[in-house]
Nanobody, 117 residues
Framework: QVQLVESGGGLVQPGGSLRLSCAAS????????MGWYRQVPGKQRELVAT???????NYGDSVKGRFTISRDNAKNTVDLQMNSLKPEDTAVYYC???????????WGQGTQVTVSS
């Protein structure tokens, strides 16, 4: 069982920056692919970014060049640095982990990000 707790969401103006953090507990963090997804009402949850145990990253097309995902295996955390934010980045952001051994996945409770002037 893995527990994921997100933090760092809030209100930011267009063009601003925000950093999300996800703290994981309950299993061997380094053996998990970690990721961030987001969802707006009425739409499917979409990929923002993922990072493997070997630090290989993958980004959704809409955030490439603006967002950066990173992980700290010593602290069991994964962060998402979001720059040049746009109103269309407004969503609930969810932390996700998937075991590279079993394929089992877990979700955090989500944190709201609102980009508005």
């Amino acid at each position: 069982q893995v527990q994921l707790v997100e933090s760092g969401g809030g209100l930011v103006q267009p063009g601003g920056s925000l950093r999300l953090s996800c703290a994981a507990s309950g299993s061997i963090f380094s053996l998990y692919v970690m990721g961030w997804y987001r969802q707006v009402p009425g739409k499917q949850r979409e990929l923002v970014a993922t990072i493997t145990s070997g630090a290989n990253t993958n980004y959704g097309d809409s955030v490439k060049g603006r967002f950066t995902i990173s992980r700290d295996n010593a602290k069991n955390t994964v962060d998402l640095q979001m720059n040049s934010l746009k109103p269309e980045d407004t969503a609930v952001y969810y932390c996700n982990s998937v075991s590279e051994v079993s394929g089992r996945g877990y979700w955090g409770q989500g944190t709201q990000v609102t980009v508005s002037s």
